[in-house]
């Protein structure tokens, strides 16, 4: 069956820096646009980032751009989300997902797999 599964989270003072893991099983993980979206305390989805199939595209929330990157190893089926200069607001429960679609066909609420999620939280 599809897992996605997400780690790396955890506590990170702002200005610091975190990478995501996102290990993909029970499919063809090359076939897919890769997403992370999160969710803050009380706020609803909001995406990240996408990637394309191969890595070549990648695409980045305003919010985010400049600070973090997403890539991927097919070879490995994981998916990764750097995130540099933290701030207090990037806090949140990160997901990843998949989907066939590129980004601009779907929105956070209709990939077809998510992860469990793994916590990050920037505070001094």
């Known amino acids: 069956q599809v897992q996605l599964v997400e780690s790396g989270g955890g506590l990170v003072q702002p200005g610091g820096s975190l990478r995501l893991s996102c290990a993909a099983s029970g499919f063809t993980f090359s076939s897919y646009w890769m997403y992370w979206v999160r969710q803050a305390p009380g706020k609803g989805l909001e995406w990240v980032s996408a990637i394309n199939t191969g890595g070549g595209s990648t695409y980045y929330a305003d919010s985010v751009k400049g600070r973090f990157t997403i890539s991927r190893d097919n070879a490995k089926n994981t998916l990764y989300l750097q995130m540099n200069s933290l701030k207090p607001e990037d806090t949140a429960l990160y997901y990843c997902?998949?989907?066939?679609?590129?980004?601009?066909?779907?929105?956070?609420?209709?990939?077809?797999?998510w992860g469990q999620g793994t916590q990050v939280t920037v505070s001094s």
């Open positions: 997902a998949r989907d066939s679609r590129p980004p601009w066909m779907v929105t956070t609420t209709t990939y077809d797999y």
